[in-house]
């Protein structure tokens, strides 16, 4: 490993630009990237400066009033339906939550806020009601499959149903993907796309989208997927994916009957395939032409109210965690703040905050449409809940778009979900990622002080596909808060028996905390958000020496801490964040 000496060196000038660490009082400064936190918290990731300010102020507050147990209520009842945007289950849950506000006081007393806002959909809304899956093979083939541990035995009709839902409440409604049509259609068992003729019902192992367009230009009666995530491993190495049925969808206006399957049920039909095995589908859907809404939970700024923080809950999905458990624990957490405010714990804070229930991918956008004034920044929770021993997620901060998304030097690093495509040039400095860290830490600080365990978190770079990327893509600082991996992930096994409520809780917590740093910082945050700031610099820093980046590298990383230390200033003192400026990426060389 190289010395930190000339790296220390090198940083040293732009130290003296953001402000120096309190010597005395400052933890010590890491020279390597990942060293857990100087604090208890249990962090991967650049360290945080410890104190009472910033996110500190309001972790034991939002812990003391969080009541998982009615965040939990609400993530149950969410969880027992398939929200596709606009269905009736959406509906259902929209207006779940909206009542729960209403109920304590949004809309109806002043400085709450409480509004439903709506858009026309581009296609009608998909409620799924029932679906069967049955095949038909000879007494010699349904042996043999039986003998690889097939469970399913024949029935009097000759058929064996091997999937069924009679309603969106149960497991299995997945197995019809977002947007498939109804259909009663039965047909002939092919494995391979090229064997394909007019009435077969194709059986592949790649996603339904992928295979779509051929299989219609084949004639195939329908499509059978049991395609998953490869990454979704069981960590309790039961090989309990087997069951697991992957959430996922046709392209819009699709006439293609398809259904999602497990793999146990796909090793099944390939071994009764070669025997002249027949397959019938039935699927019962509705559609109705209704607006797509979303809620609005909005506390006031005292000071600056036309500047705004979102928290985004999407309540659209078909999984516990995702993304009932993030809606459930945002709606309990504007509640929670709404009773602090109430009994003179917490003070109101300088600017407003906005609580947003809706789709993952456009409620953002309706809701600063909506708001109006100056949006600050944009927190998401999403997938907040996940129980690390069932599923072997852990908590994880998404950082927005960085100097990372364009140089990537270990140890930071994707999940296995993998980088998406960064608009570099629009890239804003900003210091959310800095209160967002320090959220997780001092969450697990107190934790760990209430006699709890430490609180295990990670952190990575940008990767993308939610409603923080509208918000990057404007120029407004946003983050994600989420768990991976998640061996449940988009599939029918992400369920309430997944969700941790301890662990929604303590992530919620987090979310609140970052979005209450912002809404309401203040000029005693700065110095510790600073001092967390430099710490940060050392970090990326001695990475570029070690990984031997370039110059470039470091000034980009340079550029990015300079905004940042003006960014925070402007938003501790009160005043109007600087105008978005992208980094210049004009005089840096893209990596090889």
């Known amino acids: 490993m190289r010395s930190s000496l000339p790296v220390l060196t ?20 890491p020279d390597k990237f990942g ?61 779940e939550i909206r009542s729960a506000l209403f109920g304590a006081g949004f809309g109806v007393t002043d400085g709450y806020g409480l509004s439903v806002v709506s858009r026309p959909m581009e296609t009608a809304a998909w409620t799924p009601r029932s679906a069967s899956l049955r095949v038909a093979a000879s007494d010699e083939a349904l042996a043999k499959a039986s003998k690889r541990g097939a469970r399913w035995r024949a029935e009097e009709a000759g058929e064996v149903e091997l999937l069924s839902f009679e309603h969106e409440r149960e497991s299995a409604r997945v197995m019809l993907p977002l947007g498939a049509p109804g259909c009663r259609v039965a047909g002939p068992l092919v494995l391979e796309l090229g064997a394909l003729k007019a009435g077969d019902v194709l059986l592949t192992k790649r996603p339904l989208l992928s295979v779509e367009e051929e299989a219609v230009a084949a004639g195939a009666a329908a499509v059978l997927s049991d395609y998953t995530l490869p990454y979704c491993m069981d960590p309790s190495g039961e090989k309990r994916g087997h069951d697991a049925i992957f959430s996922g969808r046709v392209r819009p206006g699709a006439t293609l009957p398809s259904f999602q399957i497990s793999r146990r049920v796909g090793e099944f039909l390939r071994t009764a395939s070669p025997y002249g095995a027949r397959v019938r589908l039935e699927a019962q859907v509705s559609e109705q032409v209704r607006p797509l809404r979303v809620v609005l939970a909005t506390i006031e700024g005292a000071e600056r109210p036309d500047e705004t923080v979102f928290v985004l809950g999407h309540v659209d999905g078909a999984g516990a965690n995702d993304n009932a458990a993030g809606a459930g624990g945002v709606a309990e957490l504007a509640l929670t703040v709404k009773r602090l405010i109430a009994s003179g714990v917490l003070e109101r804070p300088r600017r407003s905050l906005c609580f947003v229930f809706g789709t993952e991918l456009g409620a953002g956008a309706m809701a600063v449409a909506e708001v109006g004034g100056e949006p600050v920044a944009a927190i998401v929770a999403d997938m907040i809940a996940a129980d690390a021993e069932r599923t072997g997620a852990g908590c994880l901060l998404e950082r927005g778009w960085d100097p990372a998304s364009v140089y990537l030097l270990p140890p930071d690093a994707h999940t296995p979900r993998g980088s998406g495509d960064t608009i570099a040039k629009d890239i804003v400095p900003n210091g959310l990622s800095i209160i967002c860290r320090e959220a997780l830490i001092d969450v697990s600080y107190a934790e760990a002080a209430r006699g709890g365990k430490r609180w295990s978190t990670r952190e990575h770079p940008w990767e993308g596909s939610g409603d923080h990327d509208a918000f990057l893509a404007a120029g407004t600082a946003a983050a994600l808060f989420w768990h991976f991996t998640d061996f449940s992930y988009q599939t029918s096994l992400d369920r309430m028996d997944m969700v941790d409520p301890a662990e929604l809780r303590r992530t919620a917590v987090a979310v609140g905390a970052a979005a209450l740093a912002v809404a309401d910082a203040r000029p005693l945050d700065l110095e510790r958000h600073l001092d967390t700031l430099n710490l940060e610099l050392h970090t990326r820093l001695n990475a570029v020496v070690r990984e031997e980046a370039g110059p470039a590298a470091e000034r980009l990383w340079k550029d990015w801490f300079r905004g940042a230390r003006f960014w925070l200033k402007a938003l501790t003192a009160g005043e109007g964040l600087p105008e978005p400026r992208a980094l210049d990426l004009v005089s840096t060389e893209p990596p090889e």
């Open 10 to 29: 090198l940083a040293s000038g732009l130290v003296a630009c953001l402000g120096a660490c309190a010597a005395s009082s400052g933890p010590p400064i």
């Open 35 to 95: 060293e857990r936190s100087p604090v208890i918290g249990n962090h991967d990731g650049p360290p945080v400066d410890p104190g009472q300010a910033g996110t500190a102020r309001f972790v034991h507050p939002l812990l003391d009033a969080f009541d998982a147990e009615a965040a939990m209520s609400v993530t149950t009842f969410l969880d027992g339906f398939y929200r596709a945007p606009g269905s009736d289950g959406y509906e259902a849950s929209i207006e």
